[in-house]
């Protein structure tokens, strides 16, 4: 009876030993998956949180050598994306396996079966021969698939240079590693996406181009989605289709226009996102993507203003978070597409305004002959209040205007005009510099805004005699080349901005032209021209003046004063340059 119990009791014993164990190795396992899980809950890249999973994933399952590799649907093979302890020829053999159509043949299992794949010997259980396993060195092997939102993002891959006994212990930490990363690598594509979003919007909002604003939605569609293509639609004047944007490279064909009352597109006029399976059965030819998601961009108005297109060359597998990222990115889109077009249909009217503060009729200048070349500031700088004039007075002698109104755009260039053409009506009652700059001054002064002024060189030439009478008011200080002498002048007459302050008095002075002299005058943005900390200055056109001034036309001699300035450095002003001569008499 004692023995009888004595059995009993060890066996009880036993079992007793064998539950402390299996909670012990429970304990552990739940231990490890939840370190493994803080530290993988700290919002982070999907980079990131692949290299640091790869690096404590090989730590805890005592791996040699662990990789992780994406998977390219579509193009059916891997491409590495974190690795530990690989380096050297390893290194190398790793990334040509993984670019191969076949390659990384045990991971595609895993991947394909979508559990964790766990090898105790590669060479003894078939996988490998000894040769591949000795290539790969992987003598055991442990391959885990990683799933988000039911798509296949790749695997992850321990290897062991030895064969390897798995435990049933070994299995459920692979299966809950394998759960963790994906889960992880869930909240890092959500924390990409929304990086992507913050950045794009940072980048596409401080476009004025539309051209650019469209570059950059394709762009940033694709990054976003790791799309294969992309494109942009806008509505046509019908309203009833939208159509591929023809600054970038035009769709393929069967693409280029969609009609928005059809049954496939309708959730676009509607305000919905639009996903497509079947995109082959729509396009032109054997090849091409495959599937597709369609976001509207929404006008101001709550109007469709058009769509953002999505292409994938593999069947569209996307969560509910991709399709409000693209929907997001399209909003986004919107306001960039409506400001563009707001800029530039003002850049449109601004230009029309300019052209016709340029052109003048030009009147018969006797012995004399003008040029003037006017460039606007580079990039995406609007048009500014730059003009110049020349027109008859009805004493027979001719008005000279070179004059910059401050501030850019179509209401810059309007009080332009009005300034242009309130001179023009002074000058005709009094032709006088001090007396007409008075009178547009005050006239000005009640006219524009308290940020808004105007510097004016006006001169008034005698084409009988080539005396000129000159004004200024607070414009750069015009220059005179004497061709006699082959040295250059400053004309300086004192007066304030037009504009800004009433009643103010303007000087005025009096110089003649000889045969061959060249009088040149410019707005601020040629002396203003910068490299590096250096202006270009007044006395560098003065210096160019006197170097060119008897070798070109008075047409070609205000471009080649231009260009100096331009060699010199940026130009970063609209800049008029108006020279006028009196030919040299033939002999």
């Known amino acids: 009876m004692v023995s009888q119990a004595s ?34 809950a700290e919002v982070r890249s999907l980079e990131e949180t692949i290299d640091l999973a790869v690096r404590m994933v090989n730590e805890l399952m005592g791996a040699d050598r662990s990789f992780a590799a994406s998977w390219i649907p579509g193009q059916e093979r891997f491409r590495v994306t974190g690795q530990v302890g690989f380096e050297g020829e390893q290194l190398d053999s790793l990334y040509e396996l993984a670019d191969t159509p076949d390659g990384l043949p045990l991971l595609r299992q895993a991947l394909r079966q979508r559990a964790p794949l766990m090898i105790g010997d590669t060479v003894t259980d078939g996988h490998l021969t000894m040769n591949d396993a000795k290539m790969r060195t992987a003598r055991a092997y442990c391959g885990l698939p990683l799933i988000r939102w039911g798509e296949e993002f790749g695997g992850l891959a321990l290897l062991y240079n030895q064969p390897r006994r798995f435990t049933p212990k070994d299995e459920a930490l692979a299966r809950g590693i394998a759960r963790q990363v994906g889960a992880a690598l869930a909240n890092a594509r959500q924390f990409n996406l929304l990086q992507t979003l913050r950045t794009f919007g940072e980048r596409v909002g401080s476009k004025l181009s539309l051209q650019e604003v469209v570059v950059d939605v394709v762009a940033g569609a694709r990054e976003l989605l790791s799309a294969d293509g992309a494109w942009v639609y806008f509505l046509d004047s019908s309203s009833s289709s939208l159509v591929a944007a023809t600054h ?81 990115l399209a909003s986004q889109s919107a306001l960039a597409i409506e400001n563009a077009q707001r800029f530039e249909r003002q850049q449109r009217v601004a230009r029309s305004l300019q052209q016709g503060l340029l052109t003048s009729e030009v009147p018969d200048m006797g012995t004399c002959q003008y040029g003037a070349v006017y460039e606007p500031a580079g990039g995406e700088a609007e048009i500014g209040g730059d003009f110049f004039d020349v027109f008859d007075l009805p004493d027979g002698r001719l008005a000279l205007v070179v004059g910059d109104v401050s501030g850019k755009g179509a209401e810059a260039a309007a009080q332009t005009a009005m300034a242009k053409y309130m001179l023009r009506a002074f000058a005709t ?66 007066g304030s901005i037009l504009g800004a302050f009433a009643d103010q008095s303007f000087e005025q002075d009096v110089f003649d032209l000889e045969e061959g002299d060249v009088f040149v005058a410019y707005t601020d943005g040629l002396v203003e021209a910068r490299s590096g900390d250096k202006l270009y200055g007044r006395w560098r056109v003065e210096k160019s003046l006197a170097h060119y001034g008897s070798s070109f036309s008075v047409e070609d001699l205000a471009r080649r004063l231009y260009d100096d300035a331009r060699e010199f450095g940026s130009v970063t002003d609209d800049t008029i340059v108006f020279t006028l001569g009196c030919k040299v008499a033939p002999k």
């Open 429 to 494: 009652r009094n032709a006088s510099p001090s007396s007409a700059l008075f009178h547009l001054n005050n006239a000005l002064l009640k006219s524009f805004a308290d940020d808004r002024f105007m510097t004016i060189m006006y001169a008034v030439l005698d084409p009988e005699t080539n005396r000129v009478v000159i004004g200024s008011g607070g414009h750069p200080d015009p220059l005179v080349y004497r061709y006699a002498t082959r040295t250059v002048e400053a004309i300086e007459v004192s």
């Open 248 to 328: 970038v490279e035009p769709p393929i064909p069967g693409l280029t226009r969609i009609d928005v009352s059809d049954e496939l597109w309708r959730g676009l006029a509607e305000g919905r996102s639009v996903p497509i399976t079947t995109l082959d059965e729509l396009i032109e030819g054997d090849s091409g993507p495959t599937s597709a998601l369609a976001a509207p961009i929404p006008g101001s108005d709550g109007t469709l203003l058009g769509a953002v297109l999505v292409l994938f060359d593999r069947q569209l597998v996307l969560g509910s978070d991709d399709e409000e990222a693209l929907s997001v």
């Open 7 to 40: 059995e009993v009791e060890r066996a009880r014993l036993s079992e007793l030993e064998r539950m402390v164990a299996s909670l012990r190795e429970d304990s552990e396992l739940a231990n490890a998956l939840l370190g493994l899980s803080g530290a993988l």
